[in-house]
């Protein structure tokens, strides 16, 4: 079966802007969670999301966010893009979280620069 | 915030060799996964040791957790060239109906031909 999709694979934009990335998660998987990967402080989680509604929020500011829809896919937010935003962004689905430990399957991620 | 911290920060072995790789954690976890990514692409989930469990093997893969010293290590058997990867450790905790995982800072493993 397809694995998660995520889409653009690579981004440019200019500080100040705003960016929109997007994951589609494995076919059967509800719920959505998004980490970002620097080189200084590794991998980070932002949020999650289970049947449209975010179940789970990480340590960031609020120029960044999300949302779910009814078909599972997800959407992530920065606005007001700031250089530190560069990062790679992850996506991961799974089934349900919290019930049967079955672990997380990422996507290949979006590798976003500010400049 | 890292939980995890993986033990070395980088590792060179010969292939063939076995790689053995140590993580550690602080608080208490449902359960520990270890992943691995090559050269900046996604995260590829290798495998999931629960908390109520000590030992657990796949393929050439074995990992052990220790609750009572919150540590986990990950051991490669006959390392190949393509085992050269990043690899995470990752502790899954339950808080409810919320559930994140927080990832060490990697270990970078080099298998030379």
């Known amino acids: 079966k397809a694995g998660v999709t995520q889409t653009p694979r690579y981004l440019i934009k200019t500080r100040g802007q705003q960016v929109t990335l997007s994951c589609s998660p494995i076919?059967?998987?509800?719920?959505v969670s998004w980490y970002q990967q620097t080189p200084g402080q590794g991998l980070q989680f932002l949020f999650e999301?289970?049947?449209?509604?975010?179940?789970n929020k990480g340590n960031f500011p609020g120029r960044f966010s999300g949302r779910q829809f009814s078909n599972s896919r997800s959407e992530m937010n920065v606005s007001t893009l700031e250089l530190g935003d560069s990062a790679l962004y992850l996506c991961?689905?799974?089934?349900?979280?919290?019930?049967?430990?079955?672990?997380?399957?990422f996507g290949s991620g979006t590798r976003l620069t500010v400049v | 915030s890292q939980q995890g911290e993986e033990d070395p920060q980088a590792l060179s072995i010969q292939e063939g060799e076995n790689a053995t790789m140590n993580c550690s954690y602080k608080?208490?976890?449902?359960?520990l996964q270890w992943y691995r990514q090559n050269s900046g692409r996604g995260l590829v989930h290798l495998i999931l040791?629960?908390?109520?469990?000590r030992e657990k093997h796949s393929g050439r893969l074995r990992v052990t957790l220790d609750t009572s010293k919150k540590s986990s290590s990950l051991l490669i058997t006959a390392s190949r060239a393509a085992d050269t990867a990043s690899y995470f450790c990752?502790?899954?905790?339950?808080?409810?109906?919320?559930?994140?995982?927080?990832f060490g800072k990697g270990i970078t493993l080099s298998v030379r031909p």
């Open positions: 076919s059967g998987h509800r719920s």
């Open positions: 608080t208490s976890i449902n359960n």
């Open positions: 990752a502790t899954e905790s339950h808080t409810g109906a919320n559930s994140k995982l927080t």
């Open positions: 991961a689905s799974s089934l349900v979280p919290g019930q049967g430990d079955y672990g997380y399957t």
């Open positions: 040791i629960r908390s109520n469990e």
């Open positions: 999301y289970f049947s449209e509604t975010q179940r």
